[in-house]
């Protein structure tokens, strides 16, 4: 090697250790600070539950004679959307003024009574986002015209937090 090659690889050498050194030292000094300033945050998250429901009202009309009840017109199926980040239990109710006249199911096959105007839709916990369902509704036939119902939702935690 030449001088001027020791020379620029002596240079080189200085530098990166002036650069490590400086480095370790704004490390060093960096974690003491952190550790003498140390703090503990808590966060907290407040529980939520929500409700989404397309329509209240359901006009009922006798679309065929089979069974003696009145389906919804146009076949309309309620879409309820629950979100929770709760970690305890909720129940989605449903309430109507038609009594035990008006029967609602999760799957249009396996039919429920409104019972005294309310019946237990479902039950979950945390949702991760919006968790949909979807009901169907018939009405006991009691006259032949057409006839609209109110159906409302109630959506309730259960539990203590």
């Given at each position: 090697m030449d001088g001027r090659t020791n020379r620029e690889v002596r240079w080189g050498i200085v530098i990166i250790v002036v650069v490590l050194a400086m480095a370790f030292g704004f490390f060093h000094e960096t974690r003491?600070?952190?550790e003498s300033a140390s703090q503990r945050l808590v966060v907290v998250i407040p529980e939520i539950?929500?409700?989404r429901v397309d329509q209240s009202d359901v006009e009922f009309v006798h679309q065929t004679m089979e069974e003696n009840y009145l389906y919804p017109v146009d076949n309309q199926i309620q879409d309820i959307s629950v979100f929770s980040n709760m970690?305890?239990?909720w129940v989605l109710q449903l309430r109507t003024e038609a009594n035990g006249d008006l029967e609602w199911s999760t799957d249009g096959m396996t039919w429920h009574s409104a019972t005294n105007g309310h019946g237990t839709v479902t039950v979950g916990k945390?949702?991760?986002?919006?968790?949909?369902?979807?009901?169907?509704?018939?009405?006991?036939a009691t006259r032949s015209e057409r006839t609209r119902v109110h159906v409302a939702y109630e959506l309730t935690a259960v539990g203590d937090r």
């Open positions: 003491a600070q952190s539950l929500r409700l970690e305890r239990e945390q949702t991760k986002g919006w968790q949909n369902h979807r009901v169907y509704l018939r009405l006991r």
